[in-house]
Every structure is written in C-alpha cells, then in structure tokens.
C-alpha cells in the first residue's frame, strides 16, 4: 500500500520503549499498512543505536532496527523534490526570522512531496512549515 502517515523519530520510537505509549501504539497497529518514515528518521535511529555502549539495550535496539528495516514499512529517501521544497521553505522561514533544525526541514519536505501526514510528538518543531500537514498521537484522539 502507499503510505498516508510519516512517522517521526519520537514516535516510531515508541515502538522499542519499554512501556510505550498505548495511543501511538494503537494507532501504529490501526494505520500499520499505510505507515512510511523518512530516510533521516532511519539515519537518527541508526546514530541513536550506535552512539550506546555494548549493553542489552543496544542489542535490544540493533534487532529493532533489523526488524524495523525487514518489515513492509517503506523508507522513502530526501530526494530532488524534497530538496527544493525544502530550500524554498528554509528561505521563506529564514525572511520570517525563523531557523527549524535541518533535520526537521528534511523530514517536513519529505512529508510534503508524498502529501503524507507528519506524525510527531513535537508539533512545534514543524508547525511554521507551509501547508504541512501534521498529528500528534501521543494524545488521545480520533485518527
């Protein structure tokens, strides 16, 4: 299937956390075939894991990514498209006096030229970008 939602760094993480949050969790099981992250996400999960010591929670982590990269969930790259809506945005944020984290720019630009849902628990990280359409399941709601 063709995804409708991206997921955040924050909220696919939910995913590994040893008591998740039971919203994300329902609504990852609800939407779990129209689900897609962003190639910087899969990059931010990656440098997480191997930023850890040898221990039982990276080796927990390096089978959850292993999973993560086998499953059906498509990684969908920071691509020409992506990049010229992003370099517009950065320079129409820029005029306003405003200066996202990269990363987030990256992630709301691969958003936007899927016409896909950002999902993400930090709202206000991506709430300046142009018509980007956004939720946070971290709350109770209806999606």
């Given at each position: 299937m063709t995804p409708r939602y991206l997921l955040d760094t924050n909220v696919i993480s939910e995913v590994a956390r040893e008591n998740p949050n039971p919203n994300v969790m329902r609504k990852i099981e609800r939407h779990k075939d129209v689900l897609g992250i962003a190639s910087i996400v899969w990059h931010e999960l990656i440098f997480g894991c191997h930023r850890l010591p040898s221990s039982e929670k990276r080796t927990f982590?390096?089978?959850?990514?292993?999973?993560?990269?086998n499953s059906s969930m498509p990684i969908?790259?920071?691509d020409e498209k992506a990049a010229a809506w992003h370099g517009q945005e950065r320079?129409?944020?820029?005029?306003?006096?405003?200066?996202?984290?990269?990363?987030?720019?990256?992630?709301?630009?691969?958003?936007?030229?899927h016409d896909l849902v950002l999902v993400t628990n930090n709202i206000r990280n991506y709430h300046h970008f142009d018509k980007?359409?956004?939720?946070n399941w971290h709350s109770a709601g209806k999606n």
């Open positions: 982590l390096e089978g959850f990514l292993s999973d993560l990269e969908l790259p920071y320079a129409r944020l820029s005029r306003l006096g405003l200066t996202p984290a990269f990363a987030d720019g990256q992630i709301a630009s691969i958003a936007k030229v980007l359409k956004i939720e």
